[in-house]
């Protein structure tokens, strides 16, 4: 279902969203991309509805995710245990016992929220 913001953000066809002006200027709050991108993956995998809202409370806030130079390996901070421990993300997939015990995790959706999030508001120009 889409809403009048959704609409004014232009098509909002299954791959080619566009938060830009004919400039490449971004055009909404980097978060509220991340918002969008985390409904869209709810609709698709509802069962995974749980994860995705977690992942999208670890992509909202920045001090949870480092980006290493290569763009595609993702440090994400861990929810659990107050340890500060870090997980490795990749295309691979991650460190953490969710993901071991064969779910995509938390983290795998966030660091996936996060690079959506950045080709749409054009930060990110190149496909991982
Ligand atoms: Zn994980």
């Known amino acids: 279902m889409r809403n ?3 609409q004014e953000r232009g098509k909002a ?3 080619t969203v566009t938060f830009q002006d004919k400039e490449g200027r971004c055009l909404v709050p980097f978060t509220d991309i991340l918002a969008h991108f985390a409904k869209r993956a709810k609709a698709a995998f509802p069962s995974a509805n749980g ?7 670890i992509a909202t806030d920045a001090r949870n995710v480092i ?3 290569d763009y595609t390996t ?3 901070c861990s929810q659990t245990g ?3 421990g870090w997980y490795t993300v990749t295309d691979a997939g991650c460190q953490c016992k969710d993901y071991e015990f ?9 660091r996936w929220l996060v690079i959506r999030a ?3 508001d054009g930060t990110r120009r190149r496909e991982v």
């Open 82 to 84: 107050g340890g500060g």
């Open 74 to 76: 993702f440090f994400i």
């Open 51 to 57: 994860r995705v809202g977690r992942a999208l409370e």
């Open 4 to 6: 009048e913001r959704d």
């Open 13 to 15: 066809t299954a791959d």
């Open 118 to 120: 950045q080709q749409a």
């Open 67 to 69: 980006i290493a130079d």
């Open 102 to 110: 064969g779910h995509v995790c938390k983290h795998m959706i966030a």
